[in-house]
């Protein structure tokens, strides 16, 4: 299972990672390898505002579907469109060129709140046992 140092986690297996002054969010690699192999991600609208802990979109996998939800409150400034064509790309790659959303975080702050890659670690330990 790989773990990205520099993103932040929530316990529902989302990551957000900053970038100058928007956070990227995108599934962890626990929760890709957990869901199966990809097949479709629902994404939504540039300029939509969520507050953190909504849930943003949905990932459908060949066993089930899953709801995504915010890391961090804020507004939609992109979704990953390659994703349309190429869902798979989250399996492959969780952490770059399978991110989903980048955000103008609300409330930059909530990103110190979420779990450490560490910590992070940990609670999935926790869950395989």
Aim: negative net charge.
């Amino acid at each position: 299972m790989n773990f990205d140092t520099n993103a932040r986690y929530l316990e529902s297996h989302e990551w957000a990672r900053k970038d100058d002054d928007l956070i990227v969010c995108g599934v962890s690699d626990y929760a890709q390898d957990s869901l199966g192999d990809i097949v479709f991600v629902e994404l939504p609208e540039v300029g939509s505002s969520f507050k953190k802990g909504d849930a943003f979109g949905v990932v459908e996998s060949v066993k089930a579907a899953s709801d995504v939800y915010m890391p961090v409150g804020g507004e939609v400034v992109e979704t990953n469109s390659d994703l349309e064509d190429s869902p798979e790309t989250v399996n492959s790659d969780p952490f770059g060129a399978g991110w989903l959303i980048k955000v103008k975080p609300s409330s930059p702050e909530e990103l110190e709140a979420l779990l450490s890659a560490d910590d992070y670690k940990k609670f999935t330990e926790g869950l395989e046992s």
